[in-house]
């Protein structure tokens, strides 16, 4: 829990320091409620959780908690579709520029492909020997 808070305390602070706190507003206020937000699926897990509580429909409400749970999987716009689509997409870095390899053997994009070694390659180096097989 102290994590949690953290993180969103680090989230208004830098929203504020950007001030774009009222966009981030709009956005949680959004989440929570909009047809299908977080308000709704809280509200469903509730409900079917709490059926759980009474001993001959807890079969039932297990049934129907795994069908929440798929439902949330799959409703945020195909989850196999995109699966698919990244993995036909290969890896590629988020500028969309093509991978090389270096000499020694590290994949870097052109634009952090330099012709020294970095120093974690030279302690590499050192510690193999200049052997990267």
Do not use: C, H
């Amino acid at each position: 829990m102290p994590y949690a808070l953290l993180l969103i305390g680090a989230i208004m602070l830098v929203a504020g320091l950007r001030n774009t706190y009222a966009q981030l507003w709009k956005l949680v206020e959004g989440d929570f409620t909009s047809q299908g937000g977080f308000l709704s699926w809280v509200a469903a897990i509730a409900v079917v959780g709490g059926l759980g509580y009474i001993p001959k429909l807890r079969p039932l409400s297990i049934a129907f908690m795994t069908l929440l749970l798929v439902v949330l999987v799959l409703s945020n716009g195909g989850v196999f579709a995109k699966l698919q689509a990244f993995i036909q997409s290969g890896a590629q870095p988020s500028g969309g520029q093509p991978l090389t390899t270096q000499p020694n053997g590290n994949i870097q994009t052109p634009s952090t492909v330099s012709p020294s070694l970095s120093p974690l390659d030279q302690i590499n180096n050192n510690l193999t020997g200049g052997f990267n097989g």
